[in-house]
């Protein structure tokens, strides 16, 4: 059995689990970002991850998310780091050695992200650097393939555009009051190859039981999909706490080869009280 976990796809939910509304903005620099009402500097949070092949699971490793609010090129900025770490007895299995970083200003507006990605033998970087001339959002676009090659482009928008990463820290301080079952929101969201065609379709709320902590949360659910080569598939369905936290709690992953699943382990830092959780 070679590569049989797509880690894009693990790496992906993280980014985009908690995304509860749409949103139409011009592409100026502040109005990129949105007001921080959902973190603070110093949270982490961890997950386990799983995967489930011939009817067995096995636990493959783990993922934390650090947040900090720090400095780039001289000036604050939201830092935010999505680690992995693949169970070494499992690694010719499936190898999880990712590394995400994201530098957003105060107003969570995108300045810069990298993405290092290791998949079975093969390791790749992503890069993007944001700027925002006359009223547009302006990438610049690297990228170093698994065979070592290097590539470089331009992209400019009208509109904002969000990674993986940036996305997370913004959608994390939306609401989903007024949502109703069945509504979808759309996501624009590159990397350094593309601009990914992808939404999300809000699922309504559920209670869920943390297996290895019995906590149990009242949450939002959404199912994350995306179209490739004209068809329509439901990547992810994921539950977040419906709370301001706004943090994500488990996270179902249909997969090529079979199906995985994180469950959030440890949280620390966080900054309001988790009303969500059941007592």
Known sequence: MRK?????MILMTLSFVICQLSFSVSAHAQQCGIENTAFS???RLTYDLHFNWKFVWFKVGQATMNTDLTT??????W??????????????????????????DENLSPLYFRKGAREGKRYYVDELWYTYPNNTCKLRMHRIDADGEEHWKNAHYKNCIYDMMSIFLRARNFTADGMKK???????ISDAKRLSNSWLQFRGRE????????????????????????????????????????????LDLNLNFGSAKAFLKNYKGVR???TSKIK
Do not use: Q, W
């Open 182 to 188: 069945g509504d979808i929101i759309s996501l624009p």
């Open 272 to 274: 309001s009280e988790m």
């Open 72 to 77: 780039f090129e001289g000036k604050k900025a």
């Open 207 to 250: 209670t869920f039981k943390v297996e290895d902590t019995k906590e149990k949360f009242n949450c939002l659910v959404f199912s994350f999909f995306e179209r490739e080569n004209g068809k329509n598939r439901e990547l992810i369905r994921f539950y977040v706490t419906d709370d301001k936290n706004h943090i994500p709690v488990r």
């Open 4 to 8: 049989i976990v797509n880690y894009r």
């Open 41 to 43: 500097s110093g949270e």
């Open 79 to 104: 830092r935010s780091s999505l680690v992995t770490g693949g169970n070494k007895k499992l690694d010719k299995f499936f190898t999880m050695r990712d590394t995400l970083l994201s530098y957003c």
